[in-house]
């Protein structure tokens, strides 16, 4: 038996994964509890906010288990495409939690469980948020000024659960660019950011708006919320020490997101429409950095 086991927390950066093969494999999968067999979603949805979003399981030798190849494990939830059960992982998580030394691409193993500790702690008030949020659209004037060269309102396109949805994460959705590589900045350049440290890094390093810059898009820090008039408006912010998220105003003057590898959403953590990156619920993603311009054929992103 072999398992690719993957915390899914960031939304720009790769998430971290660990492969676990035999019987330490076997003995992890025991440590799910299902409640029940698994049904259709109607209720619940799998979480789609920024900061933790449970555990991702790839089995990846097709062994005989009663799990499905490909699953999410939330606190009290497992999802496998459209499908959900109740599930108990508590045990299943502590393990995670005692084995983060294994994890690749934690960066600072210490500071990375620190943080781990305090978004599992706040996963079910973000997700009830989500699964609260009203149908209806937000009461708003008409933008003046509509972004007339922003893309269209194409989340569904983006939300296949498929290659596009899981290749492609928050700098893809925002530069309206599919690469299917989990886009970085400044990678296409040569010039990938060296430290998330915060918007401004120490001398001698690349932020990640340094390295959006070098992959053409155009800093506007004041622009304030407005569309330019040609291409569109994006927004950067940084989880400082961790990842970087991108937000992206459509043609509506409504702004979206794609978390990760998980859908692309007009909602905050709180659940609400995005009427301003500046001041939506962005959670552990705390330092607002700047609003960027995408111009349309310009930029190359990889």
């Not at 509890?33 to 209720?43: C, E, G, I, K």
């Not at 799990?67 to 999802?79: A, E, M, N, Y």
């Not at 928050?170 to 990938?192: E, I």
């Not at 953590?269 to 950095?289: E, K, V, W």
Request: a neutral charge; charged letters at 20%; glycine letters at 8%.
């Amino acid at each position: 038996m072999k398992l690719k086991v993957t915390i899914d927390i960031f939304s720009g950066r790769p998430n971290p994964f660990r492969i676990i093969e035999g019987s330490e494999a076997k003995k992890l999968l025991q440590q799910i509890q299902l409640n029940a067999s698994l049904t259709d979603n109607t209720t619940q949805k799998e979480p789609e906010h920024l900061g933790y979003r449970g555990i991702i399981v790839d089995q990846l030798d097709g062994a005989a288990t009663d799990f499905p190849d490909h699953f999410r494990i939330t606190p009290d939830q497992l999802f496998s495409g459209d499908q959900h059960a109740d599930a108990d992982s508590e045990t299943f998580e502590s393990s995670i939690l005692d084995d983060i030394a294994k994890f690749k691409g934690t960066g600072n193993k210490k500071d990375f469980k620190t943080m781990l500790l305090s978004e599992m702690s706040q996963f079910k008030d973000f997700n009830d948020a989500i699964l609260r949020a009203p149908v209806l659209p937000p009461v708003v004037f008409p933008p003046a000024n509509p972004c007339q060269c922003a893309p269209l309102p194409d989340i569904a396109w983006w939300n296949d659960a498929g290659p596009r949805q899981i290749g492609n994460n928050c700098y893809n959705y925002a530069t309206n660019y599919r690469t299917d590589t989990f886009a970085q900045p400044g990678r296409a350049a040569g010039l990938q950011y060296t430290s998330l440290s915060g918007c401004t890094v120490a001398a001698g390093q690349r932020s990640a708006k340094m390295g959006a810059v070098a992959d053409a898009l155009i800093d506007t820090p004041l622009a304030n919320n407005a569309c330019p008039s040609t291409g569109h408006l994006v927004a950067l912010v940084i989880a400082p020490g961790f990842d970087y998220h991108w937000y992206r105003k459509g043609k509506d003057g409504k702004w979206s997101h794609k978390p990760g590898g998980t859908k692309a959403t007009l909602l905050d953590n709180a659940g609400h429409f995005i009427l301003d990156p500046r001041s939506a619920n962005r959670g552990m993603y705390t330092q607002f950095c700047t609003f960027m311009q995408v111009l349309h054929g310009h930029i190359k992103i990889k």
